[in-house]
Nanobody, 115 residues
Framework: QVQLVGSGGGLVQTGGSLKLSCVASGRIFSINDMGWYRQAPGKQREWVATITAGGRTDYLDSVKGRFTISRDNAKNTVYLQMNSLKPEDTAVYYC?????????WGQGTQVIVSS
């Protein structure tokens, strides 16, 4: 059984930074794409960023230049460095990973950006 556990959320002021982490554990044979989604109150979940196993990245337009996704394959971990945070970034952030050819989700970590 595979598990993704996200952490690093919290309360931060506008313009501040947070770094989210997500660790995959369990019986892991392969991890391909990893990424982050978020869901703001009253809104649908939206994709934020993806990183391939080879390190290629892609971002939601509204976070480009502010967020950086990275991964440590040796630690089965994906990160999301979030800078210049805005109130509209407030959401529950979920990590995802294509693990053993299955899409798995973390439990979500809350990010609140105060104005």
């Amino acid at each position: 059984q595979v598990q993704l556990v996200g952490s690093g959320g919290g309360l931060v002021q506008t313009g501040g930074s947070l770094k989210l982490s997500c660790v995959a554990s369990g019986r892991i044979f392969s991890i391909n794409d990893m990424g982050w989604y978020r869901q703001a109150p009253g809104k649908q979940r939206e994709w934020v960023a993806t990183i391939t196993a080879g390190g290629r990245t892609d971002y939601l337009d509204s976070v480009k230049g502010r967020f950086t996704i990275s991964r440590d394959n040796a630690k089965n971990t994906v990160y999301l460095q979030m800078n210049s945070l805005k109130p509209e970034d407030t959401a529950v952030y979920y990590c995802t990973g294509c693990i053993n050819r299955n899409d798995d989700w973390g439990q979500g970590t809350q990010v609140i950006v105060s104005s």
